[in-house]
C-alpha cells in the first residue's frame, strides 16, 4: 500500500434526508421550557440558538431588547465560575459551563449553563455585560420557535425507552442556514445538519453524513467536533475540526441531498487533541482562524492558503502538524470557551492552574 | 450572645464599627450539624429590644410542606412600622440585598464571609416579598441545595428611616437538612457481556441500577492489564456527553485515534487492548449517582482480547429460527459473533408483507449472539422478513457489508448506499 494511498487526507461527505422538523412558532405567553443548554449561537434579529440536548431540540431565542438592555460590551469578570455559582445559590463544583456567545447587538457576553449535576440540574441563561453585571435571563415570556431532533428510525418499535442520544456540539449560522454538528452515544460517526431559520417555514432540513479519510486508504467515521463558516474565494465553506485532528473544508454548496463530497483535509493540527471551539478574525488586512483546543493550546491559522492547500497526500510522523501552518498562541492558556468580541479582541473562559474561570477579553493574536 | 428562649435574637444594639457578628458555633463539623439546622436565629452580644428601637427579629429558613424546593428564608418580628415603610418603600433589587443578603458559604472554607479568593462573592438571586402575616421573605431563584450552609445578613440600617440608627447587621447560616441516605446504586451491566473482546473494540456501555449525576464518567473509569497497571489513555476525552438522557447508561468510546490504523497514536502507542492480554475494566465507587451518593460497591469487569475484528458483517452467516403460525413462539435469530448491544437491541425488527412491524417483546442474548421477538399477538402465516438497520454494527464498529475501516479508493461509491438489509422467511 502507497504512502499515498495510506497518508491520502480526505473527507467524503455523504447527504440523506433528514428529520428536522420545526414546530409553529409558540406564543410569548408560556416561554420555552429548556431539558438542557448547550452550545450556543446568534442568529438575525437578536435571535439567539440554544441546543437543549436532553431534550432533543434547538431553541430560537427572540431574545429582543433582553440582547442590550444592559450596558454594551462585555466587562472582564475574574471568577466567573464562582460568582455564577453564588449567584445561583451553589458551589462552582456544581456549575457547568457549557457555551459562550458574543450578541453581535450589544457585544455582551451570554452563557449557557447547568446548575447542579445531579437529577435536579437546571439550564440557566445568564448575560454578562460591559459593566461586569451578571443577569439571568429569564425565559418566561420570551418568544421562540423550535427545531427537533428526533432519533432515527427504530426498526424496532416496541422496544422499550430508546437510550440513544445525540449531543449538539457545535452549530453556526449563515445565510438562513443553521448548520448543526453533534455526536451519538451508540454510532460513532458524524452528523452535520442544516435546517433553515425561520424554522417554521421549511419542511425538512438536509442531513450530512460525514466520514474522513483521515489516515489513509482506511476510511473512517468520525465526528465533527466544531466548525466555522467562511468563505473562500466568494465560496462559502465550512471549516470543520475533527475528533480526531484534522481540519477539513467543503462548500456548503456542494452538500446537496443524495450528493457525495469529497471534503479536502487542510490541516493536520497534531494528535491526542481535541478542537474546542473556533472563530474567524480579521487583523492587519488578513484572515486568521483561532482554535481552542483541549491540549495543545490556541491555534492561530491563518486562512489565505485554505483555497489551494493540496489535500494532504503525505505522512505526518509523530503527531506534528502538516499542511497549513499554525502559531499557538503561548500567551492563551485553559481556553475553554471563546467568542469574537469586536474587531480586535476575543472574549475568552480561560481555567488558571488553581482551576478558577476567568471571563477576560483578549487582544486578538 | 442570648438567644432568647423563644428562639428569637434581638438585633444588637452595640456601635456600627465593630462590624457585623457571626455565628456562635464553628462550621468545621457542619454536616453532622446541619440535619439539626432547621431554625438558626443570629447571635449577637447586646440585647436590643423595644427600649433600643432596634428590631427584634427572627431569621429562620422556613420549608413549606410540598418540600424543600420551595424553601424560603424568614425575618419575622418586624415591627409594623419597619414592615409598612418596606411596603411603601419600593426598594430596588439592590436596596433589598443590602437590607437582607443570602450568600452561599464557600465549601472548605472556614472565613465564612462572601468573598473567594479574594473575589468578592455576589448574592444569591431571588425575591423579597413581605407576607400578610407581617414575615419578610427571601425567596431563591433557585431552590436551595439541601446541606449548603448559607449566610443570612440582615442589616435594619437598611430599613427605609433606620439609616441613622446605629444598629449591628445580624449574621446569621441557615441549611436545608441533608438526609442521610446508604448509598444504593450500583453498576447493573457492562456491555459486551462477553468475556472476549476484539483487540480493536470500539466502545462499552455502563449500565447503572438508578440515574447518575452529569459528570464526566472517565474520572471514575481506569483500565488495568494484567499486572494491575493502569492502560496509557485508553479512552476517548467527550467529558459529560456520552450520557442517555435519563443518566441511567454511560458509553464509553475507546480512543479512536488509538485503535484506527495509519494514525499516530495507534502507531506510537498501539492498540490500548492487545491481543492475548487479559484487562480489568474498574469502577471507582466515588462516581456520584443523581443524588451525590457514592456508588454501592466497587466494580470490575475482566475480560481477554482476542484478534481484531476487520471483517464486516454478513447477513448470510444468520440462522433463523422459525416459529409456527398460530403460535406466540421466539423468532429467533442467531448471529456468529457478538454484536452492538444497544444497536441490535434497536435496529434489528421484523417486518410481514405489507411492511407493516411486527410489534413484541425483543430479547438479546448468548452475549450478544443471538435477537429474539416474542410476538404480541400469534403469528400470522405468512411471508415476512427480518430487517436490519444499516447502523448495526459489530463489537468493532463493523457494519453490513462495510467495515469499519475500509479502503476509500476501492470502495468510495459503495458506502452509504442502502439504508437497510433484509433476510426473507416464512411462517407457515
Excluded at chain 1, 62 to 88: F, H, N, Y
Excluded at chain 1, 89 to 111: H, K, Y
Excluded at chain 2, 124 to 134: C, F, M
Excluded at chain 2, 161 to 181: F, H, N, Q, T
Amino acid at each position: 500500500m502507497s504512502l499515498r494511498k495510506l497518508f491520502s487526507l480526505c473527507a467524503l461527505v455523504a447527504l440523506c434526508a433528514f428529520f428536522l422538523t420545526p414546530q409553529p412558532a409558540v406564543s410569548a405567553a408560556e416561554g420555552p421550557t429548556l431539558m438542557s443548554g448547550g452550545p450556543l449561537t446568534f442568529g438575525p434579529d437578536n435571535v439567539l440558538f440554544i441546543a437543549d440536548n436532553t431534550g432533543a431540540k434547538i431553541v430560537a431565542l427572540e431574545l429582543g431588547d433582553r440582547v442590550s438592555s444592559g450596558t454594551s460590551g462585555t466587562k472582564d469578570v475574574p471568577g466567573i465560575d464562582q460568582k455564577i455559582a453564588a449567584l445561583l445559590g451553589t458551589d462552582a463544583r456544581e456549575i457547568q459551563i457549557n457555551d459562550l456567545a458574543v450578541s453581535p447587538t450589544s457585544s455582551n457576553a451570554f452563557i449557557s449553563v447547568s446548575r447542579g449535576r445531579g437529577a435536579n440540574a437546571t439550564p440557566v441563561l445568564l448575560r454578562v455585560d460591559g459593566a461586569g453585571k451578571i443577569d439571568v435571563i429569564s425565559l418566561a415570556d420570551v418568544t421562540y420557535t423550535t427545531a427537533s431532533l428526533p432519533n432515527p428510525p427504530d426498526a424496532n418499535p416496541g422496544a422499550r425507552r430508546n437510550p440513544r442520544a445525540s449531543s449538539i456540539t457545535d452549530m453556526a449560522y449563515v445565510d438562513g442556514q443553521l448548520f448543526i454538528a453533534g455526536l451519538s452515544n451508540e454510532e460513532f460517526s458524524s452528523k452535520l445538519r442544516s435546517v433553515a431559520y425561520p424554522f417554521s417555514t421549511v419542511s425538512e432540513g438536509t442531513s450530512v453524513e460525514i466520514w474522513h479519510a483521515a489516515h489513509g486508504a482506511f476510511e473512517t467515521r468520525s465526528p465533527v467536533y466544531t466548525f466555522v463558516p467562511y468563505k473562500i474565494g466568494g465560496e462559502q465553506n465550512l471549516i470543520a475540526g475533527y475528533l480526531c485532528t484534522p481540519l477539513v473544508k467543503f462548500p456548503i454548496d456542494n452538500l446537496q441531498p443524495g450528493a457525495k463530497v469529497m471534503g479536502t483535509t487542510i490541516a493536520e493540527l497534531g494528535n491526542r487533541n481535541r478542537p474546542l471551539d473556533m472563530i474567524v478574525y480579521q487583523k492587519d488586512g488578513k484572515d486568521y482562524l483561532l482554535m481552542s483546543n483541549t491540549s495543545r493550546g490556541v491555534m492561530k491559522i491563518p486562512t489565505e492558503h485554505f483555497g489551494h492547500q493540496a489535500g494532504l497526500t503525505e505522512p505526518v510522523p509523530d503527531g506534528n502538524q502538516a499542511g497549513i501552518s499554525y502559531e499557538t498562541i503561548a500567551q492563551m492558556t485553559g481556553v475553554e470557551q471563546l467568542d469574537l468580541l469586536d474587531d480586535d479582541h476575543v472574549i475568552v473562559i480561560a481555567r488558571n492552574e488553581a482551576g478558577q474561570a476567568n471571563l477576560e477579553a483578549v487582544m486578538l493574536p | 450572645m442570648r438567644p432568647s428562649s423563644s428562639g428569637v435574637t434581638r438585633a444588637c444594639t452595640r456601635p456600627r464599627h465593630t462590624g457585623p457578628r457571626t455565628l456562635p458555633f464553628p462550621l468545621g463539623p457542619l454536616p453532622a450539624l446541619l440535619s439539626a439546622l432547621l431554625v438558626v436565629t443570629a447571635a449577637c452580644s447586646g440585647l436590643g429590644g423595644p427600649d433600643t428601637g432596634a428590631p427584634a427579629v427572627e431569621i429562620r429558613i422556613q420549608t413549606p410542606a410540598d418540600g424543600p424546593d420551595g424553601a424560603s428564608i424568614e425575618v419575622a418580628g418586624l415591627t409594623a412600622e419597619d414592615l409598612a415603610a418596606l411596603r411603601a418603600g419600593g426598594l430596588s433589587d439592590d436596596e433589598w440585598a443590602e437590607l437582607l443578603r443570602v450568600t452561599v458559604v464557600p465549601e472548605d472554607r472556614d472565613d465564612r464571609e462572601d468573598q473567594a479568593d479574594g473575589l468578592e462573592m455576589p448574592p444569591v438571586l431571588g425575591s423579597y416579598a413581605i407576607g400578610d402575616d407581617g414575615v419578610l421573605r427571601f425567596n431563591p431563584m433557585f431552590p436551595f441545595d439541601p446541606g449548603r450552609p448559607y449566610s443570612v445578613r440582615f442589616d435594619p440600617t437598611h430599613l427605609p428611616g433606620r439609616e441613622s440608627a446605629a444598629i449591628d447587621p445580624m449574621v446569621a447560616v441557615v441549611a436545608l437538612p441533608k438526609p442521610d441516605v446508604e448509598p444504593t446504586t450500583v453498576v447493573d451491566r457492562i456491555f459486551p457481556s462477553g468475556d472476549r473482546l476484539p483487540e480493536n473494540q470500539l466502545k462499552l456501555y455502563l449500565h447503572f441500577s438508578a440515574p447518575m449525576s452529569n459528570v464526566d464518567g472517565l474520572e471514575y473509569l481506569s483500565l488495568r492489564d494484567a499486572r494491575g497497571r493502569a492502560v496509557e489513555e485508553p479512552f476517548l476525552p467527550l467529558g459529560t456527553e456520552f450520557w442517555d438522557r435519563d443518566h441511567l447508561r454511560y458509553t464509553v468510546f475507546f480512543d479512536p485515534g488509538r485503535v484506527k490504523q495509519g494514525l499516530e497514536l495507534n502507531e506510537r502507542l498501539g492498540r490500548p487492548l492487545l491481543e492475548g492480554e487479559t484487562y480489568t475494566l474498574v469502577v471507582d465507587p466515588t462516581w456520584p449517582d443523581a443524588e451525590g451518593n457514592p456508588l454501592q460497591a466497587p466494580f470490575e469487569k475482566r475480560f481477554t482480547v482476542g484478534p481484531a475484528d476487520t471483517t464486516p458483517l454478513d447477513t448470510a452467516t444468520w440462522r433463523l429460527r422459525v416459529p409456527a403460525s398460530g403460535s406466540t413462539q421466539r423468532l429467533v435469530v442467531s448471529i456468529p459473533e457478538p454484536l452492538d448491544h444497544a444497536l441490535m437491541r434497536r435496529a434489528i425488527g421484523v417486518e410481514d408483507e405489507a411492511g407493516r412491524y411486527v410489534n413484541g417483546e425483543v430479547e438479546i442474548g448468548n452475549w450478544e449472539t443471538r435477537w429474539s421477538l416474542t410476538p404480541s399477538q400469534p403469528w400470522a402465516a405468512g411471508a415476512y422478513s427480518l430487517v436490519a438497520s444499516s447502523i448495526l454494527e459489530d463489537l468493532a464498529g463493523n457494519k453490513i457489508g462495510t467495515a469499519f475501516e475500509i479502503d476509500v479508493f476501492a470502495q468510495v461509491d459503495d458506502t452509504t448506499a442502502r439504508e437497510r438489509f433484509t433476510i426473507p422467511f416464512e411462517i407457515r
